[in-house]
């Protein structure tokens, strides 16, 4: 097997989108060389030893692009640094407008980049992310999308794959007790978006109390709630954590959850339903972007229409209802998640977009 120097480039420091980026650069690490540049005070939990983690002053959120962009020796170092690494291949999670500005002067290594969002998500600055994603549709060799329906919605002629999201199966091994599902927990997990329909699960909580008394929902999440505070159930049918969630807490909140439930308006992809998935929890969504696309209905879990409170109510009902029904597609999911979502799957198909992209180029 011909081994291949990988760098990665991410403009997270910590949440889901650094979990994707670190279970990626794990699972490429087994038979590659493999290189991630992150902002300053990324967290390197999650990083096995054998993927090396470098620490640069990149302009990744709004209070930093300004300065390390206009302080140019930190630009230089960027640059200098991936020609010192010099890769077979950059491999950009998610685009930035910092990265995407840096583009034409990285346009000599083959670049693909990974799509989680087809179209900026609702209530989100649309302004740097349509400059940033055209920019990055040009300079990049491929993209990477994580469903059939995201590629559809990508009107380009460079190559696109479709791989999955991959599993978030490392929650699962984290130390700590094991701790009990607690029986009528409906877990919301995530930040707090407008896009993530919210509203919409807490408009169909009534219902459910009144089918199901123990019923009881969990927010867990930081953002703003200002608009949502009024819509709340009292407190003996909901706990509200609104704050950032630490990769430690994650694993107790989805043990004692009953099932996982996502309500989005709009989207693409998402982690929370493979980490559901690895706590053995069935996840109600909504037949949004490709999030129905790892979702096996009855069987996994149930989609319903989005912006639809009674069919959440109905399909929540349905499951605190029949406790062996809910357990049967937890055990589904689980082996979904190792069937189909697995990183050994996910670096099978990345490593043929890489080799196929590396090939392109050299023929041109």
Not at 4 to 12: A, C, D, G, V
Not at 243 to 270: H, N
Request: some cysteine; hydrophobic content about 40%.
């Amino acid at each position: 097997m011909v081994t291949m120097k990988i760098l990665i480039l991410t403009h997270n420091i910590a949440g889901g989108m650094i979990h994707y980026t670190s279970q990626l650069a794990n699972t490429l690490a087994e038979e590659h060389e493999v290189v991630v540049i992150a902002p300053r005070g990324v967290k390197r939990e999650t990083f096995q030893p054998n993927v090396r983690l470098l620490e640069l002053d990149l302009g990744n959120i709004v209070k930093n692009f300004i300065k390390n962009t206009l302080i140019f020796t930190r630009v230089i170092r960027f640059l200098r640094t991936v020609r010192e690494e010099d890769p077979d291949i950059i491999h950009v999670n998610g685009y930035s407008l910092w990265f995407s500005l840096l583009l034409p002067f990285l346009h000599r290594y083959p670049i693909i980049t990974t799509i989680h969002d087809v179209n900026p998500h609702t209530g989100s600055r649309q302004f740097d992310q349509t400059i940033a994603r055209r920019l990055f549709f040009w300079y990049s060799d491929a993209l990477i999308v994580h469903g059939e329906w995201a590629k559809k919605q990508l009107s380009v002629s460079t190559p696109i794959y479709v791989i999955p999201h991959g599993d978030y199966s490392f929650f699962s091994t984290c130390e700590g007790e094991e701790v009990a599902e607690e029986v009528g927990t409906i877990l919301f997990f995530g930040r707090i978006e407008d896009y993530k329909g919210l509203q919409y699960l807490l408009a169909a909580m009534p219902e459910v109390v009144s089918g199901y008394p123990d019923a009881r929902l969990v927010i867990a999440g930081n953002g703003d709630m200002g608009r949502y505070m009024l819509l709340l159930p009292d407190e003996s049918h909901c706990t509200l954590i609104n704050r950032f969630i630490e990769d430690c807490e994650i694993p107790s909140l989805f043990m004692k959850a009953s099932m996982v439930v996502l309500p989005y308006i709009e989207g693409t992809q998402t982690g929370v339903v493979p980490i559901a998935y690895a706590f053995h929890k069935p996840v109600i969504v909504t037949d949004i972007g490709s999030i129905p696309e790892v979702v096996e209905q009855g069987k996994t879990g149930l989609i319903v229409p989005s912006h639809d409170s009674a069919a959440l109510a109905d399909g929540i009902l349905k499951l605190l209802r029949n406790e062996p029904l809910r357990r049967a597609m937890g055990d589904a999911a689980l082996r979904k998640m190792k069937r189909d979502l697995s990183w050994e799957t996910v670096r099978g198909k990345t490593v043929i977009a890489y080799k196929s992209v590396i090939e392109d180029r050299q023929c041109r």
